[in-house]
């Protein structure tokens, strides 16, 4: 019985856990897919990388850049140079890597 009790405890556990991380690769997926938009969308990307903490872009169209909601967004810092854009994001950079390449 003591068994059964232990077993219900650590299937809740794993339950609750599972459901904490698929609702941060949702999140994540919607900060990419913003992300994503307040670039000017797929089409104004010309090409990414992602090194450590930072998000560089080069895009078609600086001035469609939506830099305040980049900002908004959780970003340290964006330095603009023609047009090629390093966001410093942080620790979330890796995830939000996985994401975008899962958009594009």
């Given at each position: ?17 599972l459901?904490i991380?698929?609702?941060?690769k ?5 900060r ?13 990307i ?11 872009v080069?895009?078609k ?35 939000l ?8």
């Open positions: 019985m003591e068994y059964t009790q232990y077993l219900i405890i650590i299937i809740i556990l794993i339950v609750i856990a459901a991380t698929n609702s941060k949702k999140d994540f997926k919607i990419a897919n913003k992300l994503i938009v307040y670039l000017g969308g797929k089409e104004n010309l090409n990414y990388e992602f090194n450590k903490s930072r998000f560089i080069d895009v169209d600086v001035n469609v850049v939506n830099k305040e909601a980049i900002q908004k967004m959780g970003a340290k810092g964006i330095v603009e140079i023609d047009n090629q854009l390093k966001i410093i994001l942080g620790e979330e950079a890796k995830q890597k996985k994401q975008i390449e899962d958009l594009k």
